[in-house]
Nanobody, 126 residues
């Protein structure tokens, strides 16, 4: 089992940047692909990005490509989401999630992830 906790976020001006951090505890972190998802008020949860166990393969939803960057440090059991050029439509609760898999392909974007953090709010003011 993996326990995840997100940190970072808060209130950011449009065009600004912030970094979210997700720290894991429990089983071997490198056994897991990691994903970031978000849920805006009144909307369903949506995929944002994911990274394979090695950190060598990353995937993004189209609306964040070129603005968001996901990375991980397996030694620190941490995954990061660097968010630049933020827009009001990026406002949401952001969740990190873990999926035990060695896969590295685009299937990572389709998986049902097994473990979830409680989420952290990101609000982008216009």
């Amino acid at each position: 089992q993996v326990h995840l906790v997100e940190s970072g976020g808060g209130l950011v001006q449009s065009g600004g940047s912030t970094t979210l951090t997700c720290t894991a505890s429990g089983r071997t972190f490198s056994d897991y692909a990691m994903g970031w998802f978000r849920q805006a008020p009144g909307e369903g949860r949506e995929f944002v990005t994911c990274i394979d166990w090695s950190g060598g393969h990353t995937y993004y939803r189209d609306s964040v490509k070129g603005r968001f960057t996901v990375s991980r440090d397996n030694g620190a059991k941490t995954v990061y989401l660097q968010m630049n050029s933020l827009k009001p439509e990026d406002t949401a609760v952001y969740f990190c999630a873990a999926k035990e898999t060695s896969n590295q392909g685009t299937i990572l974007t389709l998986y049902r992830y097994d473990y979830w953090g409680p989420g952290t709010q990101v609000t982008v003011s216009s």
